[in-house]
C-alpha cells in the first residue's frame, strides 16, 4: 500500500510502485480530470504538479513520489494563481476540444508560480511540451499574460 | 657501396621494431607489477568460478551466473528478440556479421555440440566444423576461463529451451569474407592460455580480474584497437567507439576517466548504471548494466572495483571534466537564438522528462547533470540515445525513453544534440547532419 497526498488528502493506493502516477490518479483514485495523452511524457495531456513543479504523471511511478505534495486539474483552483489562470481561461474561452487543456492549465499554473512575470520566451519554454491538436496556442499565451496582469 | 648496404640494413631493422611495436600488443593483466603463476600453482583464494554463495549450487545454476558475468545475451539476441537465439546485425566498415543462434536447437543452434566443440570455440575461436570465428566473438577473452567455468556456461545455454532461428548469413567484403585469414589474426593475438593470477596482487584484485578480462570482456569495447584490429592493451580502458557508440575511458585518470569517482561510486556505477550528478549508462553499457552487471554477486562487484582502481591513469584531452553546476531554470533568449531549432525540439520533445536544469522532475535516471554522455564535445552518445532511444532496468522498474530516430530529420537531431551538449554540458559540440546519418547506422541492430 502506498499513500499519496493528493490535493491536501492522503490516498492509499493499492498498486504496484512502478505503476505510473496517472493510472493511480484515474484508476484506482477516479480522479479523470487528469488525461491520458501518448504515455510517454511527449504531449502534456497527463501534467500535474509534484511539489509545484509541473511533470508528466505518466511517466512518473508511484513508488517515487513519496510525500511530496502532489496537485491535479481537481485541486488546482484552490490555489491563488490556479485560481487566477482558470479565470483567465473561461474570460478568453481558450479551450475548443478541451482534452489537452487540463495538462495546459497545470503547466501554466506552474510557470506562474516560479515566475510571476514570464517573458514570452520563458511562456514558450514551459509551455512548449503541451500540446493542443486544435491550435488553441494563441488564446493559451494571451490567457497566461492575462493571468499575469489579474 | 658497403656503407650504403647497411643503411639500407638499419633502417629495414628500425622498420620492423616500429611494425613489431605497432603489432605487439601486452597482455590484458602485464601493466600490474609482480608476475603471474599458472591457476594451479597459485596458492591464494581461487578467482575463477562463482562466488562462495552459488559454489554448492548445481552446474545449470552456476552456468546461469557466468553466463551473465560473460553478458552472453547482448550480442546473441536480436532487438526484440529471444534471448540467446542471434541475429543481432554488427554494422561494421567492411560489412555485417549476424551473431549465431546459441539456444540447443540441433539444427539451427549449438544442440550438437560437444563439450569439446565448445570449449574449441571460447578458448580458440574454432568453430566445430573447423571455420573460424571473428573476434567480434570476444574469444581472446573467454580464452581466459577455466574448463570448469567454459562448460557450466555450456550446461547452462544447454538447459534453455532450443529456438529454431536461422542466422542470416554475414555479408563480408573480400579479403575479410575469408574465414581462414583468421588463423593468423589467432596465431598474434588469441593467447590460448587460462587466466594466470599474480600472487603480488590482492585476492580481490585477482577475482576482479578474471571478471574484468576473462568473463566481462571490458576491454573489448572500452580499449582502444591497433591497426589489426586487436585489443591494443598498451591503451588499455582508455576508451573507444565500438558499435556506433562511444565507449568511454574507464582508466584511472580523474578528469576523463573514472579516477574521481570512489569506491562506493563506483560500486554503485557498476551495480546500477547510474548514480546521481554522474549520469546514466545507455546504449551498450546499459544493456551490460541491464543483463549483466546488475546480476552480479556484491563481492563480485566489489573485485571489479579493487582491479578497476588499479588500471594506470591514462587522459584523453578530448573530454573535459564533467560540468557539475545545473542550468538555469529558463534558456535566456541569447542561448535560444544561438541555437532556435534544437531549443525549439528540445522544449517540444526533451524538457518534459529531462527538465530545463539538467535535474529530471521524473526521475534520475533522466538527469543531465554531471554525465559524461552530455560532456562528451562529440555528441555521439547523445545523438544514439535520441536516435534509438534508451531502456534502462532500474530499482523501481523499467525506464524507457522513446528512440526519435525515425520522429525527426538527421538536421533536427544534430541540433538537438549541440543544444544539449552546450546547455548541460563543458563544452559545445558541432556534429552535424551527415554524422548523425553515419553514426546511426553503426549501431547494433
Redesign the interface.
Known amino acids: 500500500m502506498i499513500t499519496l497526498h493528493v490535493n491536501g488528502q492522503p490516498h492509499d493506493v493499492d498498486a504496484s510502485?512502478?505503476t505510473p502516477l496517472l493510472w493511480a490518479l484515474r484508476d484506482v483514485l477516479g480522479m479523470t480530470g487528469t488525461k491520458f495523452g501518448c504515455g510517454?511524457?511527449?504531449c502534456?495531456a497527463c501534467t500535474v504538479h509534484?511539489d509545484g513543479?509541473?511533470?508528466?504523471s505518466c511517466?512518473?511511478?508511484i513508488?517515487?513520489v513519496g510525500d511530496q505534495a502532489i496537485t491535479t486539474i481537481e485541486g488546482i483552483g484552490s490555489s491563488d494563481v490556479g485560481a487566477k489562470v482558470q479565470k483567465a481561461w473561461l474570460d478568453l474561452e481558450v479551450i475548443q476540444c478541451g482534452y489537452c487543456q487540463s495538462g495546459q492549465i497545470m503547466s501554466a499554473a506552474a510557470l506562474l508560480a516560479?515566475?510571476p512575470h514570464p517573458?514570452d520566451?520563458?511562456i514558450?519554454?514551459?509551455m512548449?511540451?503541451n500540446?493542443c491538436r486544435c491550435g488553441t496556442y494563441v488564446r493559451i499565451r494571451e490567457a497566461i499574460k492575462k493571468a499575469t496582469a489579474a | 657501396m658497403k656503407r650504403f648496404h647497411w643503411g639500407l640494413l638499419a633502417l629495414a631493422i628500425v622498420a620492423c621494431v616500429v611494425a613489431a611495436w605497432i603489432i605487439y600488443v601486452p597482455g590484458p593483466t602485464a601493466f600490474a607489477s609482480g608476475s603471474t603463476v599458472a591457476l594451479g600453482d597459485y596458492k591464494g583464494t581461487n578467482p575463477t568460478g562463482v562466488p562462495v554463495s552459488l559454489a554448492s549450487g548445481d552446474i545449470v545454476k552456476r552456468g546461469e551466473y557466468l553466463t551473465r558475468a560473460a553478458d552472453c545475451e547482448a550480442c546473441h539476441t536480436a532487438k526484440g528478440g529471444v534471448p540467446y537465439a542471434g541475429g543481432l546485425a554488427f554494422n561494421l566498415p567492411f560489412g555485417t556479421l549476424y551473431s549465431p543462434n546459441i539456444t540447443p536447437d540441433k539444427e539451427t543452434g549449438i544442440g550438437n555440440w560437444t563439450d569439446a566443440d565448445f570449449i574449441n570455440a571460447l578458448h580458440k575461436g574454432i568453430a566445430p566444423d573447423g571455420s573460424r570465428f571473428y573476434p567480434a566473438f570476444p574469444y581472446p577473452s573467454y580464452t581466459l576461463l577455466t574448463n570448469d567455468d567454459v562448460l557450466a556456461i555450456k550446461a547452462y545455454l544447454f538447459s534453455l529451451k532450443p529456438v529454431r532461428q536461422e542466422t542470416e548469413p554475414n555479408s563480408l567484403a573480400f579479403p575479410f569474407n575469408q574465414r581462414w585469414g583468421m588463423m593468423f589474426w589467432s596465431l598474434f593475438y588469441n593467447s590460448n592460455e587460462r587466466y594466470r593470477p599474480n600472487p603480488s596482487q590482492s585476492a580481490e584484485w585477482n577475482r576482479g580480474a578474471y571478471l574484468a578480462e576473462a568473463l566481462g570482456h571490458c576491454g573489448e569495447c572500452h580499449t582502444p584497437r591497433n591497426l589489426l584490429q586487436a585489443v591494443d592493451n598498451k591503451k588499455k580502458f582508455a576508451g573507444a567507439v565500438t558499435a556506433g557508440w562511444r565507449a568511454y575511458n574507464i582508466t584511472q585518470d580523474a578528469t576523463s576517466g573514472i579516477g574521481s569517482w570512489d569506491l562506493d561510486t563506483t560500486a554503485k556505477f557498476l551495480a546500477h548504471g547510474h548514480v546521481e550528478g554522474l549520469g546514466t549508462a545507455s546504449g551498450p553499457m546499459g544493456e551490460a548494466i541491464d543483463m549483466s552487471l546488475r546480476h552480479m554477486a556484491p563481492e563480485d562487484i566489489n573485485a571489479l572495483v579493487v582491479y578497476l582502481k588499479s588500471i594506470p591513469a591514462i587522459a584523453d584531452t578530448s573530454l573535459p571534466l564533467p560540468k557539475t553546476m545545473l542550468a538555469s531554470?529558463?534558456?535566456?533568449?541569447q542561448e535560444?537564438a544561438e541555437n532556435a531549432r534544437g531549443?525549439?525540439i528540445f522544449?517540444?520533445?526533451c524538457?518534459?522528462?529531462h527538465g530545463?536544469s539538467g535535474k529530471s522532475?521524473?526521475?534520475s535516471y533522466a538527469d543531465f547533470v554531471g554525465g559524461r554522455t552530455v560532456n562528451d564535445p562529440t555528441a555521439r552518445n547523445v545523438a544514439q540515445a535520441i536516435i534509438w532511444g534508451v531502456t534502462r532496468h532500474t530499482p523501481?522498474?523499467?525506464?524507457?525513453m522513446?528512440g526519435f530516430g525515425k520522429a525527426y530529420s538527421d538536421e533536427e537531431i544534430a541540433a538537438v544534440s549541440n543544444y544539449i551538449t552546450a546547455r548541460f554540458g563543458a563544452e559545445k559540440s558541432r556534429i552535424t547532419a551527415a554524422d548523425i546519418k553515419t553514426i546511426g547506422k553503426q549501431a547494433s541492430q
Open positions: 510502485p512502478d510517454i511524457a511527449q502534456g509534484v513543479q509541473a511533470v508528466r511517466q512518473l511511478s513508488g517515487s516560479h515566475k517573458t520566451e520563458d514558450d519554454a514551459a512548449a511540451g500540446i | 531554470g529558463f534558456p535566456t533568449n535560444i531549443a525549439m522544449a517540444g520533445a524538457a518534459a522528462c530545463w522532475p521524473i526521475l523501481n522498474g523499467v525506464v524507457t522513446p
